[in-house]
């Protein structure tokens, strides 16, 4: 299981850090990612990282301005998100994908563990 917290209100300009820890280590060898879905829209990717955190990959509209870490020892992924936009006003979803250790899939199909999401509110 994922659980992703870190999520709030905040003004634009300002920054957030968002946390998904996986209950348990085997998630350490597999892509992790964040995704995002805003009311009315589809979810859409935000960021991914590789099993030893040595690629990445972002979105355009967050490249630049957020951070995907990751401490396998603690089993969590981490988002530093900075500079943000109302655009990023969305419910983030941490995701995993047994399918892959290295290449990260920027859409949803690949993923079978989803968190249950954490708000994300940036006020202009």
């Known amino acids: 299981q994922l659980q992703a917290f870190g999520g709030g209100l905040v003004q634009a300009g300002g920054s957030l850090r968002l946390s998904c820890a996986a209950s348990?280590?085997?998630?350490?060898?597999?892509?992790m990612a964040w995704f995002r879905q805003a009311p009315g829209k589809e979810r859409e990717f935000v960021a991914g990282?590789?099993?030893?955190?040595?690629?990445?990959s972002y979105a355009d509209s967050v490249n630049g301005r957020f951070t995907i870490s990751r401490e396998n020892a603690k089993t969590t992924v981490y988002l530093q998100m900075n500079i943000l936009k109302p655009d990023d006003t969305a419910v983030y979803y941490c995701?995993?994908?047994?399918?892959?250790?290295?290449?990260?899939?920027?859409?949803?199909?690949?993923?079978?563990?989803w968190g249950h999401g954490t708000q994300v509110t940036v006020s202009s």
């Open positions: 348990e280590r085997t998630f350490s060898t597999y892509v």
């Open positions: 995701a995993t994908t047994r399918s892959s250790s290295y290449f990260i899939p920027r859409n949803t199909g690949p993923y079978d563990y």
């Open positions: 990282i590789s099993r030893t955190g040595g690629s990445t």
